[in-house]
């Protein structure tokens, strides 16, 4: 649909194949919030029914969790940084900003692998209660999706510094800057709504 | 591992079970080999991207799962039949009705539903396939390795017995114990992927590809209705994926989300099941509705009598079927308030419906109307499915659903309502467009037995039920009382005349393709209104060569008045396609092994599947397959082929 593709604009937008994937990943975005919407409705309901397991408060702590968080805020930004090299047209900035937002993402991983770590040790298990199911599989899907953002975001660094910037490889870092950024906003309420209420209530 | 933990024994109808499908499955594999079609079927099939060869693949799936599911249902009705019956053990009950309610749901109702608007829709509005093939070819084959996930469980391993509802803690590792269960959770989550993928995929198609100025408010009604049922999908399916993880995770890891242990709440899963499970009801129905639209308009030869009200009707009914989910269990102590609030917007639902109906009924009023198999099975749908509707807002009535709760009355309803809406509208879709997928019609003297045999035999099969539950005759029972003899005989009675029915249908496809008229214009029922009856038939697998630079409501008819068509030679350019590729179907075949894998619960193994999957998916990002062009010589030849005109 050659006839359909535009000249000017961002790289990702020339192509109609580019503009279908756009739109199509906002909506599965869409589709995301809805998961993690029904995770955040399923740990409220679960929200202390802790059993004999340590309390939320007794374990979560602010100076990690507040590390984590800045952790993931500034890989958001240096996540959009590399969107905006990838706009001005250079290859070696955007290759440059995205290597640094996934050192973030890992460093993040392994501050939250060493959380879980910690907790197993203090006794609250995926199955030691409800509330600690609903604790771990709410922030695990968060870490998993982090995971696999990152296995993504390697793939794509390949292609890039394979094929350069195309309308093909741009659309696909736009499209996992998207996913990036979206994490992101989870996190946002994972902290807040788990970490900083966990703690005060 | 014992061998006969693996393979179940012990009972004498699934070792029949077991050497039919040894025997069907030899006797493919022969057929295949002795005709030397395996090449053919990996190149044209297996290997496709085209949305109309996914579409009619759908279609096979469902019609076997229909096959499944209809077998189940007369398993249970001869059971039933008479007091005191033998036929099938108590545990071995259990399992059928479960399998029967999944089956018919989630493998046959909607993937029969995808499958028309797989074909349809992009016809419909225009469009060369669908936004994203390769997405599409996923979707296809999620489906069917969940559905075929699900449906060895009763030969390998166990057959889930906790109801197509799956309520904790029945359903869960304590009281379900073995893999029958994880069958369930792992064949609807395979399923649910594709679903999914579709939902956006189709939304995507309708929202970018349209024709030239086709505007939202001229699409067809069933585009509309596929548009919105799009909304429900995105929407309801994360919620199942999460509820079906979650119970995945306690059942083999231990957590305690739906469990009696460790504070679990067995509630959280009723009412995450429910909300998506109320919406999945509008996502049959609401295609269903679309599909009698269309028919209507089509053999009332008239345009649909008031469009705008019928789309808004279906946004206020997507809208509404999130916020009532809650009247499944209104008897379980959820409080006077909540339920008057469930109460009074379950009854709500029944307006746009209503309206639905009466634009139907003005479509037909004054009307010359062509009775067709298709327009028989539309018209016979208004009335019954009035009679479930009517019935439904009388189980809405809170108070009044303590009386008819887990009886008949219910069983009645839902297939009233399911039957009359999405099983009649899938019958009436596939004759309807059925010269669009294959080029030739069905016999309509064998569609009218067909019709008439199912037709009645549903209202003798479910009418009665709604007597027998008013007498207080239970659901999930597989002993009946003998007070309850005559009217349960009569309603099995109706059910073998479903399988007539059924059987007839299928008959009707082998007859039509040996002995049928093939098709020589692309408008088949002459009175088309829409884009999809202005291509040749059968479909070039482009779809359209070109189209009108404008196109309207009833696009067709004012192409016909302007004498346009879909081949102006003069407008001819080079069409992009995309490749045949065989990864979408080893991908999902991978993923299929990790879910066995699970089910069983061989974690390492799963884990080996699941990383497969993940290097597949790394592959296919390296694939930088531009696809091909079809050259206006070809597309020159094929339309002329089509339409029956002489070479130069």
Same mark, same amino acid.
């Given at each position: 649909?050659?006839?359909?593709?535009?000249?000017?604009?961002?790289?990702?937008?020339?192509? #109609?194949?580019?503009?279908?994937?756009?739109? +199509?990943?906002? $909506?599965?975005?869409? *589709?995301?919030?809805?998961? %993690?919407?029904? @995770?955040?409705?399923?740990?409220?309901?679960?929200?202390?029914?802790?059993?004999?397991?340590?309390?939320?408060?007794?374990?979560?702590?602010?100076?990690?969790?507040?590390?984590?968080?800045?952790?993931?805020?500034?890989?958001?930004?240096?996540?959009?940084?590399?969107?905006?090299?990838?706009?001005?047209?250079?290859?070696?900035?955007?290759?440059?900003?995205?290597?640094?937002?996934?050192?973030?993402?890992?460093?993040?991983?392994?501050?939250?692998?060493? #959380?879980?770590?910690?907790?197993?040790?203090? +006794?609250?298990? $995926?199955?030691?209660? *409800?509330?600690?199911?609903? %604790?771990?599989? @709410?922030?695990?899907?968060?870490?998993?999706?982090?995971?696999?953002?990152?296995?993504?975001?390697?793939?794509?660094?390949?292609?890039?510094?394979?094929?350069?910037?195309?309308?093909?490889?741009?659309?696909?870092?736009?499209?996992?800057?998207?996913?990036?950024?979206?994490?992101?906003?989870?996190?946002?309420?994972?902290?807040?709504?788990?970490?900083?209420?966990?703690?005060?209530? | 591992?014992?061998?006969?933990?693996?393979?179940?024994?012990?009972?004498?109808?699934?070792?029949?079970?077991?050497?039919?499908?040894?025997?069907?499955?030899?006797?493919?594999?022969?057929?295949?080999?002795?005709?030397?079609?395996?090449?053919?079927?990996?190149?044209?099939?297996?290997?496709?991207?085209?949305?109309?060869?996914?579409?009619?693949?759908?279609?096979?799936?469902?019609?076997?799962?229909?096959?499944?599911?209809?077998?189940?249902?007369?398993?249970?009705?001869?059971?039933?039949?008479?007091?005191?019956?033998?036929?099938?053990?108590?545990?071995?009950?259990?399992?059928?009705?479960?399998?029967?309610?999944?089956?018919?749901?989630?493998?046959?109702?909607?993937?029969?539903?995808?499958?028309?608007?797989?074909?349809?829709?992009?016809?419909?509005?225009?469009?060369?396939?669908?936004?994203?093939?390769?997405?599409?070819?996923?979707?296809?084959?999620?489906?069917?390795?969940?559905?075929?996930?699900?449906?060895?469980?009763?030969?390998?391993?166990?057959?889930?017995?906790?109801?197509?509802?799956?309520?904790?803690?029945?359903?869960?590792?304590?009281?379900?114990?073995?893999?029958?269960?994880?069958?369930?959770?792992?064949?609807?989550?395979?399923?649910?992927?594709?679903?999914?993928?579709?939902?956006?995929?189709?939304?995507?198609?309708?929202?970018?590809?349209?024709?030239?100025?086709?505007?939202?408010?001229?699409?067809?009604?069933?585009?509309?209705?596929?548009?919105?049922?799009?909304?429900?999908?995105?929407?309801?399916?994360?919620?199942?994926?999460?509820?079906?993880?979650?119970?995945?995770?306690?059942?083999?890891?231990?957590?305690?989300?739906?469990?009696?242990?460790?504070?679990?709440?067995?509630?959280?899963?009723?009412?995450?099941?429910?909300?998506?499970?109320?919406?999945?009801?509008?996502?049959?129905?609401?295609?269903?509705?679309?599909?009698?639209?269309?028919?209507?308009?089509?053999?009332?030869?008239?345009?649909?009598?008031?469009?705008?009200?019928?789309?808004?009707?279906?946004?206020?009914?997507?809208?509404?079927?999130?916020?009532?989910?809650?009247?499944?269990?209104?008897?379980?102590?959820?409080?006077?308030?909540?339920?008057?609030?469930?109460?009074?917007?379950?009854?709500?639902?029944?307006?746009?419906?209503?309206?639905?109906?009466?634009?139907?009924?003005?479509?037909?009023?004054?009307?010359?109307?062509?009775?067709?198999?298709?327009?028989?099975?539309?018209?016979?749908?208004?009335?019954?499915?009035?009679?479930?509707?009517?019935?439904?807002?009388?189980?809405?009535?809170?108070?009044?659903?303590?009386?008819?709760?887990?009886?008949?009355?219910?069983?009645?309803?839902?297939?009233?309502?399911?039957?009359?809406?999405?099983?009649?509208?899938?019958?009436?879709?596939?004759?309807?467009?059925?010269?669009?997928?294959?080029?030739?019609?069905?016999?309509?003297?064998?569609?009218?037995?067909?019709?008439?045999?199912?037709?009645?035999?549903?209202?003798?099969?479910?009418?009665?039920?709604?007597?027998?539950?008013?007498?207080?005759?239970?659901?999930?029972?597989?002993?009946?009382?003998?007070?309850?003899?005559?009217?349960?005989?009569?309603?099995?009675?109706?059910?073998?005349?479903?399988?007539?029915?059924?059987?007839?249908?299928?008959?009707?496809?082998?007859?039509?393709?040996?002995?049928?008229?093939?098709?020589?214009?692309?408008?088949?029922?002459?009175?088309?209104?829409?884009?999809?009856?202005?291509?040749?038939?059968?479909?070039?697998?482009?779809?359209?060569?070109?189209?009108?630079?404008?196109?309207?409501?009833?696009?067709?008819?004012?192409?016909?008045?302007?004498?346009?068509?879909?081949?102006?030679?003069?407008?001819?350019?080079?069409?992009?396609?995309?490749?045949?590729?065989?990864?979408?179907?080893?991908?999902?075949?991978?993923?299929?092994?990790?879910?066995?894998?699970?089910?069983?619960?061989?974690?390492?193994?799963?884990?080996?599947?699941?990383?497969?999957?993940?290097?597949?998916?790394?592959?296919?990002?390296?694939?930088?397959?531009?696809?091909?062009?079809?050259?206006?010589?070809?597309?020159?030849?094929?339309?002329?082929?089509?339409?029956?005109?002489?070479?130069?």
């Amino acid at each position: 649909m050659s006839e359909q593709d535009i000249k000017s604009g961002p790289l990702e937008y020339r192509t #109609e194949n580019g503009r279908l994937a756009v739109l +199509g990943f906002w $909506i599965f975005l869409a *589709a995301e919030i809805a998961l %993690f919407s029904t @995770l955040f409705a399923t740990y409220a309901v679960l929200y202390g029914r802790t059993a004999d397991a340590p309390l939320p408060g007794e374990l979560f702590e602010p100076t990690g969790t507040l590390i984590m968080t800045f952790i993931l805020l500034t890989s958001s930004f240096t996540c959009g940084i590399a969107i905006h090299e990838m706009r001005r047209g250079s290859k070696k900035g955007l290759i440059t900003w995205l290597i640094i937002t996934l050192v973030l993402g890992l460093s993040f991983l392994g501050f939250e692998i060493q #959380e879980f770590i910690h907790y197993t040790h203090e +006794g609250a298990t $995926i199955q030691s209660s *409800a509330y600690w199911s609903a %604790f771990f599989v @709410l922030a695990g899907t968060h870490g998993l999706h982090v995971t696999l953002g990152i296995g993504w975001a390697i793939l794509l660094l390949i292609q890039v510094m394979k094929r350069g910037l195309t309308p093909v490889t741009s659309r696909k870092v736009f499209i996992i800057g998207l996913y990036w950024h979206f994490l992101d906003v989870v996190w946002i309420f994972i902290f807040t709504g788990v970490y900083l209420l966990g703690m005060v209530m | 591992m014992q061998l006969d933990e693996f393979f179940v024994t012990g009972e004498p109808l699934i070792y029949g079970g077991m050497v039919a499908i040894a025997l069907v499955t030899s006797a493919i594999l022969f057929i295949l080999t002795y005709f030397k079609k395996w090449n053919w079927l990996w190149r044209e099939w297996l290997t496709t991207v085209d949305h109309k060869k996914i579409g009619i693949m759908y279609i096979l799936s469902a019609l076997a799962m229909l096959f499944r599911g209809g077998m189940d249902a007369l398993m249970m009705r001869v059971q039933l039949a008479f007091p005191g019956m033998n036929f099938l053990n108590a545990q071995h009950y259990d399992e059928v009705f479960t399998t029967h309610g999944t089956v018919m749901i989630i493998f046959m109702a909607m993937p029969f539903l995808i499958g028309l608007m797989n074909i349809i829709v992009p016809l419909q509005i225009g469009a060369r396939d669908f936004a994203f093939p390769f997405v599409n070819a996923i979707s296809f084959w999620s489906f069917f390795f969940g559905a075929m996930l699900f449906n060895i469980s009763f030969v390998i391993g166990g057959s889930p017995d906790a109801g197509w509802t799956s309520y904790t803690p029945l359903a869960g590792a304590a009281m379900s114990p073995g893999p029958g269960q994880n069958f369930y959770l792992l064949g609807l989550q395979l399923a649910g992927i594709g679903t999914l993928a579709t939902g956006i995929n189709l939304m995507v198609t309708i929202l970018k590809m349209r024709a030239p100025s086709m505007k939202m408010f001229h699409m067809p009604i069933f585009t509309w209705s596929s548009f919105i049922t799009c909304f429900i999908i995105i929407f309801a399916f994360p919620i199942l994926t999460v509820a079906l993880a979650l119970m995945t995770i306690d059942r083999i890891f231990g957590s305690q989300f739906f469990t009696l242990t460790g504070e679990g709440l067995p509630m959280m899963w009723t009412n995450l099941f429910w909300m998506w499970g109320h919406p999945e009801v509008y996502i049959v129905i609401l295609p269903a509705f679309g599909i009698f639209s269309e028919i209507i308009a089509t053999f009332a030869k008239k345009r649909l009598f008031g469009y705008s009200a019928m789309v808004w009707s279906i946004v206020l009914i997507a809208g509404l079927s999130f916020l009532v989910w809650v009247h499944h269990f209104f008897t379980m102590g959820a409080g006077a308030f909540v339920n008057s609030v469930f109460s009074i917007s379950t009854m709500l639902i029944a307006v746009p419906t209503g309206v639905k109906i009466f634009n139907w009924l003005g479509t037909l009023y004054k009307s010359k109307i062509e009775f067709s198999v298709a327009m028989l099975w539309s018209l016979a749908f208004i009335p019954s499915f009035v009679i479930g509707g009517v019935t439904g807002v009388m189980l809405g009535m809170a108070a009044a659903d303590f009386q008819f709760h887990n009886s008949y009355f219910l069983v009645a309803h839902f297939h009233y309502v399911l039957i009359a809406g999405t099983v009649f509208a899938c019958f009436a879709g596939l004759v309807y467009w059925y010269p669009k997928m294959f080029g030739h019609k069905l016999n309509e003297r064998i569609g009218k037995w067909s019709f008439w045999f199912f037709l009645i035999g549903f209202h003798v099969c479910f009418f009665p039920q709604f007597f027998i539950g008013l007498d207080g005759m239970p659901r999930r029972i597989f002993y009946i009382a003998p007070e309850w003899f005559t009217l349960n005989f009569i309603s099995t009675i109706g059910a073998f005349g479903m399988g007539v029915g059924f059987a007839i249908f299928v008959y009707n496809i082998y007859y039509s393709f040996r002995y049928s008229e093939r098709e020589t214009t692309g408008d088949a029922w002459n009175n088309g209104r829409t884009l999809e009856w202005a291509t040749a038939a059968p479909v070039p697998h482009y779809n359209f060569a070109t189209l009108p630079d404008k196109v309207g409501y009833d696009a067709l008819l004012d192409m016909k008045e302007k004498g346009e068509t879909t081949f102006d030679e003069s407008k001819l350019e080079p069409i992009h396609m995309p490749n045949n590729t065989g990864k979408p179907i080893i991908m999902m075949g991978i993923l299929a092994f990790a879910s066995f894998a699970l089910v069983f619960e061989w974690v390492t193994l799963a884990a080996i599947g699941l990383i497969g999957t993940i290097i597949m998916m790394g592959i296919r990002s390296f694939d930088y397959d531009d696809g091909h062009y079809v050259s206006v010589d070809e597309i020159k030849r094929t339309e002329r082929a089509a339409r029956g005109l002489n070479d130069e």
